[in-house]
């Protein structure tokens, strides 16, 4: 349910007041910051919460980061969450496959009750509960290394790829499980909330190219490393890749320079609105921004 406008501040600490509906209670997770004026509620329903989403909007306006200080090239995937330019590895966190597995017993409960009927409902509940829950952890995960990799340099760097195509082949459910393009749009979001420079660059290839020498070095997915029979660099696939990125993103600010770059900013992160919001944000992007939070 979208409310898109208001006359006057409809939030306090203890309610909403929602036109129509009236006041209701909420736990409000931090105060209305001064000199912003709310713009809109979104009141979404997650498994058997309610959720109220509230837009601001505060007429500043924010400089772009500017591309300098320490490039970071981010490489992901699944055998390691992310590798980075810098020899960093995070590797998948094994709460999910715990997770997962669980998920797995409930939905299997879950078809052995029958349709409609009271177990089913209640059964359906603890499933619907649970993604939830696996979709709150994930989501913390991706803030805690967006945040990690900002603390590590000034500008980053990934790939420009459509993970939802690649999520069609065969390592499909893997690729949707890691949620590879919600991190991108959280790395972007955070970059942007933290002053750090954020770009995506062409993805072809990445894992075949010497970052040292630019020679094609070919690997299939089962070769781990990196050893480059022209210039003699060695080191692990997913650093070289990360490098890889990295080189290109220097690359990108150098010949592109900042005009052709697409600021990043919160419009596409999940859980924010698409529809409206987006139309709105894209339209002023050039003047001012609105913050959202
Ligand atoms: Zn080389």
């Known amino acids: 349910m979208l409310f898109p406008q208001f006359k006057e501040n409809p939030v306090t ?4 007041k929602l036109p129509k509906i009236g006041a209701i209670p909420i736990n409000l997770h931090r105060p209305i910051p001064a000199g912003f004026v709310v713009k ?15 837009y601001l909007q505060c007429n500043v306006s924010v400089p772009d980061p500017n591309p300098q200080g320490h490039p970071i090239g981010v490489d992901i995937g699944l055998e390691k969450f992310l590798a980075t330019s810098d020899g960093v590895f995070v590797k ?24 409609r009927s009271k177990n089913y409902e209640k059964q359906r509940l603890k499933v619907a509960r649970l993604y939830h829950q696996i979709d709150n952890t994930r989501k913390d995960f991706h803030y805690k290394q967006a945040h990690a990799l900002c603390d590590a340099g000034d500008m980053v760097f990934m790939e420009d790829l459509d993970y939802r195509t690649s999520a069609k082949g065969m390592l499909g459910k893997h690729m949707i499980d890691a949620a590879f393009g919600q991190f991108r749009s959280i790395v972007k979001y ?3 909330k933290r002053g750090k420079f954020f770009a995506e ?10 970052p040292e020498c630019n020679g094609e070095v070919k690997k299939d997915l089962s070769t ?4 480059c029979p022209r210039c003699g660099y060695k080191t692990d696939r997913d650093v070289a890749a990360g490098q890889n990125i990295r080189n290109r993103g220097i690359q990108l600010i150098s010949t592109v320079g900042q005009t052709g770059i697409e600021s990043a900013c919160a419009d596409d992160l999940p859980g924010i609105g698409v529809t409206q919001s987006r139309q709105v944000s894209k339209s002023r992007k050039r003047v ?3 913050p959202k939070k």
């Open 13 to 16: 600490n203890l309610h909403v």
């Open 40 to 54: 809109q509620v979104r009141i979404l329903r997650k498994a058997d919460k309610w959720y109220a989403s509230i």
């Open 92 to 115: 998948p966190p094994k709460f999910f496959k715990q997770m997962q597995s669980k998920l797995k017993l409930l939905q299997r409960r879950l078809s052995r009750k029958k349709k």
């Open 190 to 192: 955070v970059c942007w």
């Open 201 to 210: 660059v062409d993805a072809r290839g990445t894992s075949q190219q010497c």
């Open 224 to 227: 781990r490393v990196h050893d």
């Open 288 to 290: 001012t921004r609105n």
